[in-house]
Structure formats: structure tokens, C-alpha cells
T-cell receptor
């Protein structure tokens, strides 16, 4: 059974701090790994990673995938209160017909 | 462009009842997926439909069923509701691989 595990479960930081969120996976037919941000209801897409070692970057957020060690990290630098959310990691299977999600990391950024 | 829309926003049902949730994908998106998100957990895959055909099914009982219409909108049906079916039901549409999620329907079973 495919499995995605995120750590830590929750994190409290202050504005300006840098955070690293972790995602490890065990899947039989890996196609890509995705990161989503969920503030209230709808998860919003952040990154899709398919190749090892290539960093994806968007503003203060960046992510990288290690397909040998089966994990990914999401970095957020200079955190802001608006970064407070649940961050979800998901793995797409080879058929492209389903995402397997981890349990999420709840990030709270205090002023 | 409008995003993925879902209705209703909230729903309260009693154990044993049946419920139908609706989803309208982004214009041009032919694929719709359904996920169940229990409080404090990540979303869990239920179904994917593409061009009205079921392309994938997660590990859910037969009480859960879905269909997709010619206009690519979709319905998720849940029969014989249990307390454990209380969750946020998310619909996502996609045209290639990136899935765009709707705001969800919050179902409470009492």
C-alpha cells in the first residue's frame, strides 16, 4: 500500500524564521510528488516535482526531491503570518489517476 | 475564469440516510477526482472520472459511488451514511496532470 509521511505534524515559528517541512514516501509506481497549501478548505497547488535534485522555487518557497532516498523537503524562508496553513505532500501514481496524500504539517507563524 | 465549484457548502444528515454531492470542474477540464478529508488528516482518494468513465477507485466501500455527466460535472453519492463519513469532501478537476481543488462540501452525519 502506498504511503506518504510528513513531519513534523505541527510547527510554531515567528515571522522571519525559516522552516523546513519533510515528506517521505513509499509508493509502487511513482510519477511525481506535489506540494499543496491548505488554508481553509481548498488545497492550492505549490509545486510538482518529477526529477531528483532539481530545486523548484517560487518566491520565498522552494522544494526539492530525492528519488533515491524517497523524500522531499519544502523550505519557506522569511516566514510571514500569511504562511500559516496546513502543508500537504502528495504522490501521483504512474497511471496519473490518483494522488496519495500525507497527513499534512500544520504551520503557525506568529507575529 | 471560475474555479472548481461544489455544492452544497455544508450538509447535515442522519445515520442511514443517503447524500449526493455535486462538482462543476473548471471549463475545459475533462477529469474530475473526489477526495475525502477527515478532520486532522490528509485527503484520501475516492474516485477519478475522465470523459464519463471511471479511471480510478480508492479503498472505499460500495456505499460510495459517483458519475460524470456529458458536461464533465460530477456527482458523488454516499448511501447508508455512517458517523465515520463525516468529513470534508473535495473535488478536483484537471486537464493535464495538475489538479485544481474546489472548496469542498462539509458533511456532518449525526
Amino acid at each position: 500500500e502506498d504511503k506518504v509521511v510528513q513531519s513534523p505534524l505541527s510547527l510554531v515559528v515567528h515571522e522571519g524564521d525559516t522552516v523546513t517541512l519533510n515528506c517521505s514516501y513509499e509508493v509502487t509506481n511513482f510519477r511525481s510528488l506535489l506540494w499543496y497549501k491548505q488554508e481553509k478548505k481548498a488545497p492550492t497547488f505549490l509545486f510538482m516535482l518529477t526529477s531528483s535534485g532539481i530545486e523548484k522555487k517560487s518566491g520565498r518557497l522552494s522544494s526539492i526531491l530525492d528519488k533515491k532516498e524517497l523524500f522531499s523537503i519544502l523550505n519557506i524562508t522569511a516566514t510571514q503570518t500569511g504562511d500559516s496553513a496546513v502543508y500537504l505532500c502528495a504522490v501521483e501514481n504512474n497511471a496519473g489517476n490518483m494522488l496519495t496524500f500525507g497527513g499534512g504539517t500544520r504551520l503557525m507563524v506568529k507575529p | 475564469d471560475a474555479g472548481v465549484t461544489q455544492s452544497p457548502t455544508h450538509l447535515i444528515k442522519t445515520r442511514g440516510q443517503q447524500v449526493t454531492l455535486r462538482c462543476s470542474p473548471i471549463s475545459g477540464h475533462k477529469s474530475v477526482s473526489w477526495y475525502q478529508q477527515v478532520l486532522g488528516q490528509g485527503p484520501q482518494f475516492i474516485f477519478q472520472y475522465y470523459e464519463k468513465e471511471e479511471r480510478g477507485r480508492g479503498n472505499f466501500p460500495d456505499r460510495f459511488s459517483a458519475r460524470q455527466f456529458p458536461n464533465y460535472s460530477s456527482e458523488l453519492n454516499v448511501n447508508a451514511l455512517l458517523l465515520g463519513d463525516s468529513a470534508l469532501y473535495l473535488c478536483a478537476s484537471s486537464v493535464l496532470r495538475e489538479q485544481y481543488f474546489g472548496p469542498g462540501t462539509r458533511l456532518t452525519v449525526t
